[in-house]
């Protein structure tokens, strides 16, 4: 049927209604999404310092990035922190996720509890830590000198222990992973489980064959997020070292550099190529992922993965 | 019929509607950028992006009220605005889209980097046309203004880098007489041994951490220059990071981390806080390099500490009396709206009897103009007499050239390399030498 004349007049109305109510929103998308990013794709192909015009430079920027030993370093460091932060702490969120989920007295408390290190801020919580790290009077080494470590590592103050400090405290905010799991936890099928009892099938197995399977999509979710997470990390290496990535280069940290290149040296193009190389890696093992994880991954509703 | 109209024109109205506020939005906007801004000020009033807080903060306050009181209808409006090397952001910013301050504080290395990168306004003509003179200021402090033959900045402060501190008290417990500071490096390396004291392999006592002088790079220029060494050669713009008399001082610097693991060493040091913390005046760390804010820090936090204050130890054919030169500058943004009465301000703070002795004297921090009475008053106080001739002594202040930051991040990776191991000095300092000297020619190739 052909719309009358009328009927068109209307949509057209329509149509401009629904596009004045969304500008706003556009407006901002375009202006401070779309055309910043766009700009930075441009300025990696220059030299740009800001208060002077960028002079387009072609692939300068990406050729002496590939040549760029603290380049290297920052990468191993950024890699080295999402190989343990993120599998650790999905690990730990699971533990603690399963752990509330057996229906403990008090579980608003203990979710609480366990939240609430996700709600204070970061840069609070990692001075908080630096004073726990110490390595003389913190008290984390106090505590390993009660189980008869006389002399704790140097932690922040130690090239080797750097980075594991930093993974510790990135532990202490599984919070949030946790509540997505206990979240999963919850829409498991009872009766899966009361069925795999009645098979035989021990607790284990009903975690392995039952629980697991179900909440494959919230871990697929909590690992991607966190591989994000991991290669922007910032904030803490930032505070704890003061922004100096040391001792030795052990916590320069992919984006600590890149800061450290755009507003210490103010070499915006160099900055921005870095920025562009770091998007390019975190879509890659992001499909790394999600094409591998598909096999691995159930959606109860029938979902393809 | 009747009621889908009424709809329609309903419709129709709260398009327009939102249409005018969006439009009325934008223009208030527009408005506000060109009318009665943030930044804009009003007649006779200049904005100054000003770096003290903390203690400084309210004295600054203070001085800025007598220039307003000296100078009837000019009013100055103080901005705090964090800088140091690394983080300029914002005012870089403001300078970029064009709403700078009329006056900012520049970190005295700083001034060739902002000049560089066009950030400032020389100062050049107007410094000839008000007599002002190199003679009258130390020569470090003027240096450090001055790039690619034009003056950018005047230094306000003038930091004599470093006093010598040692802990009289400490000295006397470990059998050291205290009216005899170690003079010469060897003596200070015996003296430092003497003083170093570890119980069950935790170190309890510290006669001096050399890489630790108000960081890893300004303790390699504090003993880089007393060993004889040179960073920078301005004629050729060549870094001279691996000056063997640099890679002696970075030799001499480890020798404690070869004594005692270095992680150990921060571990000790991680204890200390700054202010009242300070290991110094426990007499946990007994011998430091002193900024001549400590003198002040000691009067507040530990006013019964009793230390004596010289001239930093130096071997025979090093560079006796050795320091150099840190400090605030003054400049004027390019693009500021008022740069009349902005270097009316300067120049009364840098460069006037009355503005340098009362900065001075608020302040606790020396002028860069050297007849300033406030050198006359200090001259006879304990501590601060001493730090008078320090810095008329001093011969030496950071390179003035524009990749000044990342030079001073280098050389605290080369020290921290060598300190923990990594690398030998020699190695260190020539890995700092070669990038510096990359990126400064990318710099002055204009990239």
């Excluded at chain 1, 719309?3 to 596009?19: D, I, M």
């Excluded at chain 1, 009361?194 to 009903?206: F, N, V």
């Excluded at chain 2, 100054?48 to 600054?60: D, K």
């Excluded at chain 2, 800025?64 to 000296?70: I, R, V």
Aim: glycine share 8%; charged share 20%.
């Amino acid at each position: 049927m052909v719309p009358t004349k009328g009927q068109r007049r209307r949509q057209r109305e329509r149509l401009w209604t629904g596009v004045a109510f969304a500008l706003p929103a556009i407006v901002g998308l375009l202006w401070f999404t779309a055309y910043p990013v766009l700009a930075s794709l441009y300025y990696s192909f220059c030299n740009y310092r800001v208060l002077t015009p960028p002079r387009w430079v072609g692939m300068a920027n990406y050729r002496h990035l590939f040549e760029d030993p603290l380049f290297y370093t920052s990468l191993w460091n950024t890699v080295y922190y999402a190989a343990f932060a993120v599998p650790l702490g999905i690990v730990l969120a699971l533990g603690l996720a399963l752990l509330l989920n057996t229906g403990v007295k008090g579980l608003a408390v203990y979710r609480t509890c366990f939240y609430v290190p996700s709600v204070v801020p970061i840069v609070a919580g990692a001075v908080l830590w630096i004073w726990l790290f110490r390595p003389q009077e913190g008290a984390i080494n106090d505590m390993l000198r009660l189980f008869g470590v006389r002399e704790g590592p140097g932690w922040l103050q130690s090239p080797e222990w750097s980075k594991p400090a930093i993974i510790m405290w990135s532990l202490w905010n599984v919070g949030g992973s946790m509540l997505v799991f206990l979240a999963g936890l919850q829409d498991v099928p009872k009766e899966l489980h009361e069925a795999a009892g009645l098979d035989g099938a021990k607790r284990w197995d009903s975690f392995r064959h039952v629980t697991l399977p179900f909440i494959s999509p919230q871990i697929l979710f909590v690992l991607i997020m966190g591989l994000i997470g991991a290669f922007q990390f910032f904030t803490p290496a930032y505070v704890m070292t003061n922004g100096t990535g040391g001792p030795v280069d052990s916590t320069t940290f992919y984006s600590l550099y890149l800061f450290n290149v755009a507003f210490s040296d103010f070499k915006m193009g160099y900055a921005c190529a870095m920025a562009w190389v770091l998007l390019l890696m975190v879509l890659a093992a992001t499909l790394v992922v999600l094409k591998s994880s598909a096999r691995h991954v159930y959606y109860a509703g029938g979902e393809q993965g | 019929m009747a009621s889908e109209k009424t709809k329609t024109l309903n419709r129709r109205q709260l398009v327009a509607g939102a249409a005018a506020t969006a439009g009325s939005a934008v223009l208030s906007g527009c408005a506000t950028a060109l009318g009665r801004s943030p930044g804009r000020t009003r007649e006779g009033e200049i904005t100054v992006w000003h770096n003290w807080s903390g203690v400084t903060g309210p004295r600054f306050v203070k001085v800025a009220a007598a220039y307003e009181k000296a100078h009837p209808g000019r009013r100055l409006r103080l901005v705090f605005t964090q800088n140091d090397l690394s983080t300029n952001q914002k005012f870089f910013t403001s300078v970029a889209a064009g709403t700078p301050p009329d006056v900012t504080f520049v970190d005295g290395p700083q001034v060739a980097s902002w000049a560089e990168w066009g950030s400032l306004e020389p100062l050049t003509e107007r410094i000839r046309s008000a007599g002002i003179r190199a003679e009258e200021y130390f020569p470090p402090t003027w240096r450090q203004c001055e790039y690619r033959d034009q003056v950018w900045a005047l230094t306000c402060s003038a930091d004599p880098n470093f006093g010598f501190a040692w802990n009289r008290e400490a000295f006397r417990r470990s059998g050291l007489d205290p009216d005899r500071p170690p003079t010469t490096i060897d003596e200070l390396t015996e003296v430092g041994d003497r003083l170093t004291r570890v119980e069950q392999g935790v170190l309890r006592q510290i006669g001096i951490i050399p890489w630790a002088q108000y960081g890893p790079a300004n303790s390699i220029f504090t003993w880089g220059w007393a060993f004889g060494g040179e960073f920078y050669d301005p004629e050729t713009r060549r870094i001279t990071a691996d000056h063997p008399r640099v890679v002696k001082a970075l030799e001499w610097m480890i020798q404690f981390a070869k004594k005692h693991d270095p992680a150990r060493v921060e571990s000790m040091r991680q204890g200390f806080g700054t202010a009242e913390q300070n290991p110094f005046y426990s007499g946990k760390l007994c011998m430091q390099c002193l900024h001549i804010g400590g003198i002040g820090d000691i009067e507040r936090y530990a006013p019964d500490l009793d230390y004596g204050l010289g001239y930093i130890p130096a071997p025979p054919d090093g560079e006796a009396r050795s320091s150099w030169v840190g400090g605030w500058c003054m400049s004027i943004p390019r693009g500021a709206a008022k740069p009349d009465e902005a270097w009316e301000f300067i120049r009364w703070l840098c460069h006037s009897e009355e503005g340098t002795a009362l900065f001075g004297r608020t302040m606790s921090v020396y002028p860069g103009m050297r007849h300033s009475p406030y050198f006359a008053e200090s001259r006879s106080r304990r501590y601060y007499g001493d730090y008078v001739r320090i810095l008329e002594d001093s011969r030496h202040q950071r390179p003035v050239m524009p990749v000044q930051a990342f030079y001073m991040r280098e050389l605290q990776r080369a020290v921290e390399a060598a300190v923990y191991g990594r690398m030998t000095p020699a190695e260190a300092l020539e890995r700092a030498r070669k990038n510096t000297q990359a990126e400064l020619d990318l710099a002055l190739a204009g990239a």
